[in-house]
């Protein structure tokens, strides 16, 4: 899940960095696809770091964490099954 959320937020970053481009770009006549690149960038990041946040969430909660007690041949079967 740390593994889950750190890719996250380096995608949010590249998110981050896609809406700056695309606001800084200067286009004489401003277009339907600006438009989209713009909104494109914006939630792309948006759900970047919604993704990112429940699984940092889930992981700090231990809410995914196996049983400490319990051997891994036996956690790979109850969660085969």
């Not at 740390?2 to 481009?21: H, K, M, P, Y």
């Amino acid at each position: 899940m740390l593994f889950l959320a750190v890719i996250c937020f380096v995608l949010a970053g590249f998110g981050v960095l896609w809406t700056v481009r695309s606001f800084a770009t200067k286009d004489k006549t401003p277009t339907e696809r600006a438009d989209l690149d713009k909104a494109g960038g914006i939630i792309f990041t948006l759900v970047s770091l919604a993704v990112g946040g429940v699984a940092l969430y889930l992981y700090a909660s231990g809410f995914l964490a196996p049983d400490p007690g319990l051997d891994p041949s036996t956690a790979l079967a109850q969660l085969l099954a």
